[in-house]
């Protein structure tokens, strides 16, 4: 296979959870234009609608399936519709997820028990769904978890957020240990300080602007758009021997003090 081939997802089916907007819609359209036909996610239909209908005005295929990805009967209703209508999910991002940033002395359980579900459990019963259709496809799959640099490290006030990423990493594993002898590729992506709407108040944080700024090598926040090159390796035959792997986009913040 040529390097270029290596990179080529024409004629594959990506699902991409939490994709609306930010970095789960900034991924979705770099699988595109890599020739993914993909299915955008989110809760607000409108929003949805409206992203959707931009990826399509370039040109390219996409479809959309709203459903609370904390939802176990959702999540198994949108994959009985995918079946239905003969939709075969080659790629799964797992990406939707929600911040809470509150000290832990303050946190209630059930703001807790939301983080975890959203933003890890989530990951664990859409993974499941499109790994059973994967397996019993018999044509392997790509499954891409969305981690964060809290994977690794902790700052004060996100605990919940911190240890549900913490356990994407290990579920991202987990996935490997248990999926690669079917042809599966489950890794995942740790995205540094991007500027997104779920980060907002801290980029319009002057103090906090200049801790990010000053703490990464690179000298800036990232963009959603710096993903998309990881996205696409690890969704394409590129990452074939690449598994249970977590790949910091951090413009160099973890790797050094
Ligand atoms: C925060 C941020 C971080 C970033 C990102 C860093 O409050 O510290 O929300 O969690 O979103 O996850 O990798």
Redo the contacts with the bound molecule.
Sequence with gaps: MSARDLFDLTGKTALVTGSSGGLGLAMARGLAEAGTAVILNGRDEAKLAAAAQALAAAGHQVTTSSFDVSDEAAIMAAFDGFDRAGTNIDILVNNAGI?L?KPMVDLAADEWRRVIETNLTSAFMVGREAARRMIARGQGGKIINIG???SEVA?AT?AP?TAA?GGIKQLTRSMAAEWAVHGIQANAI?????VTD??KA?VEDAKFDAWVRGRTPSGRWGMPDDLIGVAVFLASPASAYVNGQIIYV?GGMLAVL
């Design positions: 911040q940033r964060s640099l809290t700052r996100v957020y990423k740790g995205p540094g300080y991007i779920m980060n801290l951090d």
